[in-house]
């Protein structure tokens, strides 16, 4: 039976933090909606009603073009383990680049990676969890250092050059909020 809440307490917070991935999706006015999985050690509970995510620079930049135009978001955290939960965080989210006066306090709190793009903040509005029977007993054998690798090795100017490539426009063509850079 799904339970609801208003924030997150000790024991949520506890299953949060053990998740090795989760899950963000989002949707514009018009489009696909978008359902990306997220890993590494990029998310941070800020206070029982906000949690950030730090976004690395990817293929694709949904969630920002998305949030412009609508800024529901859901996030959703499932156990792997033998103990079965799934937990739903609900509520309107905006994007910090580095351009933005608070990325640098807020990267702060966040490894250092080769090309991060930018943050999220989700102001929760709703908790739910059910009882994730159907999610299958996994084990995370390691995280991947691919994506930073790979950026790593493009330097600062390929990531901007990547970003500017790949990141302006969704899938549907919809503008994201990062800056086209002049040629």
């Not at 917070?13 to 991935?21: G, L, N, R």
């Not at 890993?39 to 412009?68: F, K, M």
């Not at 903040?121 to 059910?130: A, R």
């Amino acid at each position: 039976m799904p339970k609801f809440f208003d924030q997150l307490d000790q024991k949520l917070s506890t299953f949060i933090k053990e998740q090795p991935m989760f899950f963000v999706a989002t949707a514009p006015k018009d489009g696909r909606i978008n359902m990306s999985p997220k890993g590494l050690d990029s998310l941070r509970i800020l206070s029982p009603t906000r949690v950030a995510y730090l976004n690395l620079t990817g293929s694709g930049n949904e969630t920002s073009a998305h949030l412009l135009e609508d800024d529901r978001m859901t996030m959703m955290f499932c156990s792997y383990t033998r103990t079965t939960n799934i937990l739903r965080l609900y509520g309107s989210a905006h994007e910090i680049t580095p351009e933005d006066k608070e990325f640098d306090e807020l990267y702060a709190l966040f490894p250092d990676y080769a090309a991060p793009r930018q943050i999220f903040i989700l102001d929760i509005t709703s908790i739910q969890t059910s009882c994730g029977y159907g999610v299958p007993v996994m084990t995370l054998d390691y995280e991947r250092e691919t994506l930073d690798k790979h950026m790593a090795g493009l330097g600062p100017d390929g990531v901007e050059a990547y970003q500017q490539k790949n990141n302006l426009r969704t899938i549907d063509g919809i503008r994201t909020r990062l800056k086209e850079k002049a040629s």
